[in-house]
């Protein structure tokens, strides 16, 4: 290989490499927020058309913000239907379940019909809410992570390896054990 070869591999690697680089920092995620962190407030749609803003939504008790991929998936079925089937036990324990993900507003309506999801599922299509929460992945989506917020929009515990067999019953747990510590 001559001279003039190894310059234009050598650039077109650093394009290549530049090009990876700045893709990866342009769809990289932020820090997730941690416990003891203060939740963002937002305002977003939900899956029948009203906008939802989480300040709101607080101030009639602990709030259960669980991240998701992408709707009617298998994983994120499973993780929405479980909590369906749990949420009578998480309202009496005084905490509401609010889904999001990058979806629009009428995948969340036919998800929602779907599977008589019996809470608020938010649209975050321009991905605001998941970066600001650091869980927009590589990908675009939402990572699968939950957190649960008090009153006082403190973040309260952070549920970033999610088991969608067990998660609402973890979850479910947790909001008890706050609730004992009262």
């Not at 994983?75 to 999001?100: H, M, N």
């Not at 990572?143 to 088991?163: A, E, G, H, L, M």
């Amino acid at each position: 290989m001559n001279k003039k070869s190894f310059i234009i591999t050598d650039f077109v690697f650093a394009v290549v490499l530049g090009g990876v680089a700045l893709w990866a920092f342009a769809c990289s995620n932020g820090a997730v927020l941690k416990e003891g962190d203060r939740a963002p407030d937002f305002t977003l749609t939900s899956q029948d058309g009203s906008d939802v803003q989480l300040s709101q939504v607080l101030t009639k008790g602990v709030v259960v913000l669980y991240f998701y991929p992408k709707d009617d998936t298998p994983g994120c079925t499973k993780e929405a239907c479980s909590f369906r089937d749990l949420t009578q036990e998480f309202r009496v324990a005084g905490a509401e379940i609010i889904g999001i993900s990058v979806d629009d507003v009428v995948s969340h309506k036919q998800f929602h019909e779907k599977y008589g999801l019996n809470f608020t599922l938010l649209a975050d299509p321009d991905k605001k809410v998941t970066a600001r929460y650091g869980v927009k992945s590589n990908f675009g989506m939402a990572q699968r992570i939950t957190f649960v917020i008090d009153q006082n929009s403190i973040i309260k515990k952070v549920f970033p390896d999610v088991d969608v067999a067990v998660h609402a019953q973890e979850v479910l747990a947790f909001i008890k054990s706050l609730q004992q510590n009262r």
